[in-house]
């Protein structure tokens, strides 16, 4: 699917160069999507092209979106580590 957005030309000359709008576009667009729930942090590497998941990591650090990390989440953690060992 396209989206297409229209921008006041003096604000889009302030986001940058024509060609990284569409990028920077579609990196807010998933960051919220993620923040939201929307969207898994595989459709997030999806989505931007990113060849691991530590790649996803660190993009979604920097927009802000961190990972929903629960209680359960790290006692799951706990006992896959341990049978590891």
Known sequence: MN?????PKEI???LGPDEDLSRIALEAVAAQGYRNRKLSHA???????F??????????????AH??????????D???SQQIK
């Not at 989206?3 to 921008?7: H, M, Q």
């Not at 459709?43 to 092209?49: D, I, P, T």
């Not at 060849?51 to 802000?64: C, I, M, P, V, Y």
């Open 78 to 80: 706990i006992e896959i």
């Open 12 to 14: 889009a000359n302030s």
């Open 51 to 64: 060849n691991s998941h530590w790649e996803t990591d660190a993009f979604l650090k920097q927009a802000g």
């Open 43 to 49: 459709e997030v590497q999806r989505l931007l092209g």
């Open 3 to 7: 989206v297409a957005i229209e921008l």
């Open 67 to 76: 990972r929903d990390y629960t209680e359960a989440d790290l006692e799951r």
